[in-house]
């Protein structure tokens, strides 16, 4: 099983400020995925990064992939209260061909 | 609405007790999943299904069964419960390539006592 470690696992800041949330493996991934769960539902797709060294922005979010593809961040400007949830990383598990996730880092934004 | 509905939401059993938590979906994904979400162990695959016809087991598939009869149903059975399936499960469903999103139910939270 490829294991991925994600810090800080919880997090808690002031409307306004930025933030940087890792997501980290031994083993090289195909593509690595990020979700944001909330109370009470399941995770959601935020992002899928695949080439090494990509990066994508959604609005105030920005994923980057690692250029050896073990490795992954999301960082996050002026956050939000709505940014407050459980974000996830995942890729994509071998044997299973469903995906290994990470144990999540939980995030407060504090207004 | 398109996705995928678990039932029931929550459920409190007693250990030793049979429990079938029924997930389906309306996306006809061909690959289906249990996960069950444990606060500091993450989501940990309990069983899969790529096909209707065939399962396979995940990281902590003890205690659990599943069946695939049909593309749109794959329901978890606990035989006889205990305390330590108290968790999360949440049903999951996608569709090749691995690199589309995995779409997820909202969950039944389970207690056995």
């Known amino acids: 099983t490829q294991l991925l470690e994600q810090s800080p696992q919880f997090l808690s800041i002031q409307e306004g400020e930025n933030l940087t949330v890792y997501c980290n493996s031994s083993s090289v991934f195909s593509s690595l995925q990020w979700y944001r769960q909330e109370p009470g539902e399941g995770p959601v797709l935020l992002v899928t990064v695949v080439t090494g060294g990509e990066v994508k922005k959604l609005k105030r979010l920005t994923f980057q992939f690692g250029d050896a593809r073990k490795d992954s961040s999301l960082h996050i400007t002026a956050a939000q209260p709505g940014d407050t949830g459980l974000y996830l990383c995942a890729g994509p598990e071998g044997g299973a061909d469903g995906l290994t996730f990470g144990k999540g880092t939980h995030l407060i934004i504090q207004p | 609405i398109a996705g995928i509905t678990q039932a029931p939401t929550s459920q409190i059993l007693a250990a030793g007790r049979r429990m079938t938590l029924r997930c389906t979906q309306d996306?006809?994904?061909?690959?289906m999943y249990w996960y069950r979400q444990d606060l500091g162990l993450g989501l940990r695959l309990i069983h899969y299904?790529?096909?209707?016809?065939?399962?396979g087991k995940g990281e902590v598939p003890d205690g659990y069964s599943v069946s695939r009869a049909n593309t749109d149903d794959f329901p978890l059975t606990l035989a006889s419960a205990v305390p330590s399936q108290t968790s999360v499960y949440f049903c999951?469903?996608?569709?090749?390539?691995?690199?589309?999103?995995?779409?997820f139910g909202n969950g039944t939270r389970l207690t056995v006592t």
């Open positions: 996306m006809r994904h061909n690959a």
């Open positions: 999951a469903s996608i569709t090749v390539p691995r690199s589309s999103p995995l779409h």
């Open positions: 299904s790529n096909t209707a016809g065939t399962t």
